[in-house]
Each structure stands twice: as structure tokens, then as C-alpha cells.
């Protein structure tokens, strides 16, 4: 794998630039075709999808993070560079995400596996091949649970995953959310939260309430007072407990790549920890000491170093490369 020479050795700087960096799509060349999955009754998600400009060597599934879309600027270079690296993408909207909002009668939350599931049993239906899956943040939660979850079965479904800047530990990385270090990125969240939960209510008022909303001050008391109620998980503990992807380690057989940097302000290294990494052979951590939340901004023309992390692992696995293959 290429080694990542960090652009800014300052997580904050690489967190917040990764989020706005100008980042290469070229729709051009890739012409995108908007989908819509009825993944249960009245719950609809969008994804954005395009193909390469020869026979596909694969398909690749994206998943955005907390608040994202398909039109998150890592969700697009991504796509980019596994485009012209000769990969079919498709760029999945969690429910309600993506100007979805009339489109589902639920929220979405970090285990929510179900749509992901589905669209990806579609486009291997169509595909004839197992397809990867790309994740980030609160979707790369969301990728490695399903690859958990599917277990030795998940090999008739999934070539492999790949998970970026993965909040194993939901309620530890939600503890870190309160550092004051972390201020900025909570009020964020929270701001963008309480829009779509508003926005959800205007819609569809006697499904989406806002009790509970008026004083909330941190994504703990989000998911303690909406999130977790909502889903049936009783509170914050009782969702964190059971759709932290960390659970679900163990149980992956498809080969999967965890990124993270040591330096993440929202997500602990310390939730790497995990002795699954010593005991499931499947799994493979690539570890950088800098880097920040979803950045890896790194020197040099290469600038976008997930993104072609992304190509070389696919790449590898697609040429039938051992899954203890070390990284």
C-alpha cells in the first residue's frame, strides 16, 4: 500500500479541509443515473450510480457518514477514482438523506443495515459478482455491521469492504463528540440533525415528533432522546450497545480494510484496540498517525490518499490476492 505523507500534520486542519477540499468528479465522462430502491413499504432510498467506460472489473457501494449525501466530496472522489480505475459505482443516500426526506417514514440511524443490504443484493443480482462496499464514518459503521452480520454467508454478497474513519465504539466516539476540542464538529451535527428531524416533522407530523428536541445539546442527547426511542432501543446506552460495529468483528469472513488515523479527533484509537484485529484473519487495520476524521489530505499530486488506498485494495482482491495478504 502506498504510505500516506500527511499534507497538515494537525487533525483539526485535516478534518475540516478534507471536508471542503475541491475533490475531482467528472460527470462528463461518468454520466450519473439517479435510482430509487423500495427497500420496505414506504421507505424508498437514491442512489447515484455510473459506470466506467469499459466493462466494469467490479461494483462498488458507497455510504456516506453522519448528515452526508451521495454528494459528499469524499463520496465523490471516491467514485472518481474508482471510476477510472475501472470500477461500476453507486453511491447510496441513507433514508432521508439527499433531499429524500418525503420519501421514508423513518429516521436512519448507525446499524441501520437493512437498505444497504438491499440495494447491494440488487446490484449483484445484476452484476453476476459480489460487490464491495465503501464506507464512511457513521456508514462505515454501517458496512462493517452488515459484513458482521451476513458472516460466512456474506461471500455469496460481498468481494470485500473497505471502511474509513469506523466509530467501532458509538458511545465512546459520542463522549469524545463533548471534549471541547470536538465543539465545532457537535454544534455541526447537532444543527443539521435538528433541521432534518424539522423538516421530517413538516412532512409527516404524526410520525416524526420533536419532544424531546427543544434543549438537546449534544448527538448523546440526540440519540438518547430521538434516535434511540425511536428505533425501540429504550435510550442512547441501548443503541450504542447494540449497533456499535465493533460488536460485529468477529463474524466477518469477507476480506475488509479498516482506515484510520491515531490522530481522529471524534473517534478514539483506542477503540482499535479490539482483539478481533489479532484473531480474525479477515480483518486488516491500516493505521496512519495523522490524518484527522475523514481527511488524509496527503503531499504531493496524490492528494486524495483514501481514494487510491480504495483502488489498490480492490485492485488486489480482484486479482484473487490471499486475505491474509498484510497490509
Not at 417514514?105 to 443495515?113: E, F, P, Q, R
Request: hydrophobic share 40%; proline share 7%.
Amino acid at each position: 500500500m502506498p504510505p500516506f505523507r500527511p499534507l497538515f500534520r494537525n487533525p483539526h486542519l485535516q478534518t475540516v479541509a478534507g471536508a471542503f477540499w475541491q475533490r475531482p468528479f467528472d460527470e462528463s465522462a461518468f454520466p450519473v443515473t439517479a435510482s430509487y430502491y423500495q427497500t420496505e413499504p414506504e421507505v424508498q432510498v437514491l442512489v447515484h450510480s455510473q459506470q466506467p467506460s469499459s466493462p466494469p472489473k467490479g461494483t462498488l457501494l458507497l455510504v456516506h457518514g453522519l448528515e452526508g449525501s451521495s454528494e459528499a466530496g469524499y463520496m465523490r472522489s471516491a467514485a472518481h477514482a474508482a471510476l477510472t480505475s475501472g470500477f461500476a459505482v453507486h453511491r447510496l443516500n441513507t433514508r432521508g438523506c439527499g433531499g429524500t426526506e418525503a420519501l421514508c417514514n423513518t429516521l436512519y440511524h448507525a446499524g441501520l443495515t437493512t437498505d444497504i443490504r438491499f440495494v447491494a443484493e440488487r446490484l449483484r443480482a445484476q452484476s453476476g459478482q459480489p460487490i464491495f462496499l465503501g464506507g464512511f464514518s457513521l456508514g462505515a459503521n454501517m458496512v462493517i455491521k452488515l459484513a458482521g452480520e451476513r458472516g460466512a454467508a456474506g461471500r455469496d454478497l460481498l468481494a470485500g469492504v473497505i471502511a474509513t474513519s469506523t466509530p467501532l465504539d458509538l458511545g465512546a466516539c459520542a463522549a469524545a463528540l463533548n471534549h471541547p476540542r470536538c465543539r465545532f464538529y457537535q454544534r455541526r451535527f447537532l444543527r443539521n440533525m435538528a433541521a432534518r428531524l424539522r423538516r421530517r416533522h413538516a412532512l409527516m407530523p404524526r410520525l416524526f415528533s420533536l419532544d424531546g428536541l427543544d434543549g438537546v445539546r449534544s448527538v448523546y442527547e440526540f440519540d438518547d432522546r430521538i434516535t434511540a426511542p425511536f428505533f425501540g432501543f429504550g435510550d442512547a446506552e441501548g443503541y450504542y450497545g447494540t449497533q456499535s460495529a465493533g460488536l460485529f468483528l468477529d463474524t466477518i469472513a469477507v476480506p475488509t480494510l479498516l482506515i484510520h488515523a491515531k490522530d481522529d479527533p471524534m473517534i478514539p484509537f483506542d477503540v482499535y484496540r479490539h482483539p478481533a484485529f489479532a484473531r480474525n484473519p479477515y480483518l486488516r487495520l491500516l493505521a496512519a498517525g495523522h490524518g484527522g476524521h475523514v481527511g488524509f489530505l496527503a503531499r504531493g499530486p496524490r492528494r486524495f490518499w483514501v481514494d487510491e488506498i480504495l483502488c489498490h485494495w480492490m485492485m488486489e482482491i480482484g486479482n484473487n490476492s490471499p486475505a491474509g495478504i498484510v497490509l
